[in-house]
């Protein structure tokens, strides 16, 4: 991003080095070039570059590699219209325009419907406080209950239906769910906080998100009323 000074960026680590001699990016990437068209003009102070340059830190340190992803997303005023996921041990990447197209990967994904079991997917840290949460808001249905690490994974588990709703309770930074939420605006999915509130990603606002995370591909109202009318009984 030294190439693009003009643009707000946020990340999770931070770089003092000069500019000087770095060579400006591409900016016609083929298959963004076949999908821009007669994209719009946005004044740079209007965006916001998120950056997560390693997701799952722990997870990495531990080896745990399949949950290790990079991520990118764009926000316009706030809103994110643009996110990239990669799984670079996979060797997989995600990545949505909202309103102009998706990565190959994600050309058939859209929003499904709830089976015989809700499958719920977790940070490992705080899984079976949000197991008992969840098996209370929803009585009456097998509840499965997945420990994950790194947000973008968990993302890219509720996008491939693999998970129905991926649930965090605690503060989260903002690079840590942008792109993901990006993806699923563009693919008819949803995230907010569990209040239900869209999440603001301006960079001249607070980077945590403080008010924990539901993201879901259907039915997310339902699912975040009934957590919530758990957590707050």
């Known amino acids: 991003m030294k190439g693009l000074p003009a643009l707000n960026l946020v990340s999770e680590e931070h770089e003092t080095e000069s500019t000087e001699g770095v060579v400006p990016p591409s900016l016609l990437h083929p298959e963004v070039v076949a999908i821009a068209g007669d994209d719009p003009k946005v004044p ?42 990669r799984k670079p041990f996979d060797e997989k990447t995600y990545w949505a325009w909202v309103g102009h197209g998706t990565s190959e990967n994600l050309k058939s994904r859209a929003a499904t419907t709830e089976g015989e079991k809700l499958r719920v997917i977790v940070s490992r840290s705080h899984a079976g406080s949000v197991e008992s949460t969840a ?16 947000a973008g994974f968990k993302t890219i588990e509720v996008i491939e239906d693999r998970q129905d709703i991926y649930v965090h309770t605690t503060i989260i930074k903002k690079w840590d769910i942008c792109a993901g939420d990006a993806i699923l605006r563009a693919l008819g999915g949803k995230q907010t906080d569990l209040r239900g509130e869209e999440i603001n990603y ?32």
Not at 50 to 66: H, K, N
Not at 135 to 150: I, L, M, R, S
């Open 135 to 150: 098996k209370e808001a929803f009585p009456g249905k097998t509840v499965d209950v997945t420990p994950a690490g790194g």
């Open 44 to 85: 740079a102070g209007d965006i916001t570059v998120w950056i997560d340059p390693l997701d799952a830190t722990q997870e990495y340190t531990e080896r745990l590699t399949e949950y290790v992803t990079v991520m990118a997303c764009v926000a316009i005023d706030g809103k994110p219209v643009a996110g990239v996921i």
């Open 202 to 233: 301006r960079h001249d606002l607070n980077p945590k998100n403080e008010h924990g995370l539901i993201a879901t591909m259907h039915d997310h109202e339902d699912y975040r009323k009934a957590l919530q009318g758990v957590s707050h009984s």
